[in-house]
């Protein structure tokens, strides 16, 4: 599977995340029989045509009903199937969380839900098409594992990670079309295991999701200026990778996350969470989106009103390393 | 079952399952339970277990049972009582039902080796699953069927109509739903807690409808679902079931009070005489 071209990966970053995870779903299909897809009528806009093209009868779109979506996803799950429920992630997990917790989540099924468009990316829509929660929601429900892939390529390899996993996944999919690649060659993935974007002393950065890139770029800014920054890519936030933690907090003096998720409940609780436990441990920067509906506006736009851009996540980096700790 | 009952023999054990209801209820003590709607599908229950389902207690799983789906969760009673009487739990496991650490939870919690199909109990997800059961058999290219019961309050869930329309629109003819239509629901009558029109309802969802007049008539309900049970017309199956909530224990009967209530031992001693006497009249039959 691991012999995607470049030229492919090029053009889903163009493309989005959408088209991005359309297409590794049928490539997984490809491989694995047992893969279907159910979706809440989203299949235009989640990329899914090419999906009900080629694999007809193991498509479902339920309608505009995305409780249902969930419930008969379980039943499928049940009988041994692997339904990819997609719709957009503002309505799933949340309009559907009871559904996702009792009849997924409890049962332990073999489900997956992706929710398109989370984060930033439907800002222009309004607050209703704002998925700024699904991380929290996700990560209270146990044996879910939660994941937030960065980049077409992490796209791809989530899906497969996917196709061999047992148990409930939440794929979170973030980014606007032209999100850029940001592993161009084969890589390592494993859920569960964070990977070290780039190695540094001074302060680690911890992304999930394709806000990664900003945590990069604002590494590049940092780096210039003498301060060595270690990138984590946290492309699981459920279960979050605890040895990576303990690397960071015994090897670096700041923490900071990144994510376009609500401050409360995200990736930056879950390490806060994680770090409540150490006796000593670096300061911890929380770099998510404030804790309040916002203004429309485009991905951009929603990066820059929450601090999200690199020289935003640079500055908040520099002012603490000025200020001694309490 | 490899065993095939006859309704005079699904009568006794819609009877032992009663008795088994009313101990596993009163074991409960304190924390009480759902006589009433559990009471009121017995003998639905029996019949599928006893004479319309393909399944072996030796072997929950076996790839091509028919599936059970227990939607009004809150019946579990009735579920566990039928798996008692069936052999996937052991007669023992009464005096654990709602107890800590037991399997038996109020509410169905998914255990294939116990013969529990499905986890319910969060009303009208239980047949949105059972769709994707059938689904999967259709998928798979399975013959089993799968049948799921709803109860009439349930019927205000607005899922419960997203995965009527669903299931008509996949062709789910392997599907059959058995509406316990006892009156009744939590707070009321489900003619005041909420007017719905099930006939009218249930007739546009595009579903082949059926109706059973005495869903407590062991004979009536095997007739109508042996019949039924594998046409294949293209359209998946209800059948509207008339019932008496808590039927079969005299001061249970259309008695909200016994919705969900524990029972003191007076109460106990009077349902299990109820039983008996109806075993009584039975013998004299």
Known sequence: MNNISLETLKEWSKLGHRSSFGESLVLLAREKKDVVVVSADITTTARLVNFQKEFPDRFFNVGIAEQNMIDFSAGLA???????AVTVAAFAPMRCAEQVRSMIGYMNLNARIAGIE???????????HYAMDDIAVMRAIPNF?????????EILKTVFAAGDHKGPIHIRLTGAPGFPLIYPDDFDFELGKAIEYRPGEDVAIIATGSVLWEAIQAADILEKKGVSVRVIDMHTVKPIDVKMLDSVFSQNQLVVTVEEHNIIGGLGSAVAEYKAGFDKAPKQIMCALSDSFKKIGNYKFQLKENGLLAEDIAEKVERSLKTPMK | MEKTYLAKEIIEKAANMRRDCIE????????GAHFGPALSCVDIVATLFFGVMKHDPKNPEMPDRDRFVLSKGHASLAYYAALIESGYIPKDMISQFKGNNSILCGHPSMNLRYGIEVTTGSLGNGLPVACGLAMAAKVKGESHNVYCIVGDGECNEGIIWEAAFNAAKYNLDNLIAIIDVNGFQLSGVTADVMPMNLDGLWGATGWELFHIEDGNNVEEVLQKLKLIKDTKSGKPKAILAKTVKGKGISFMENNLAFHATPINEEQYKAAIADLENAEKVRKQQ
């Open chain 1, 78 to 84: 049940k009988e041994g199937l692997m339904p990819f």
């Open chain 1, 145 to 153: 594992t939660v994941v937030c892939p960065a980049d077409p390529h």
């Open chain 1, 118 to 128: 989370a984060g930033c990316r439907f800002g222009p829509l309004g607050n209703t």
């Open chain 2, 24 to 31: 596993m209820g009163f074991a409960a003590g304190s924390e």
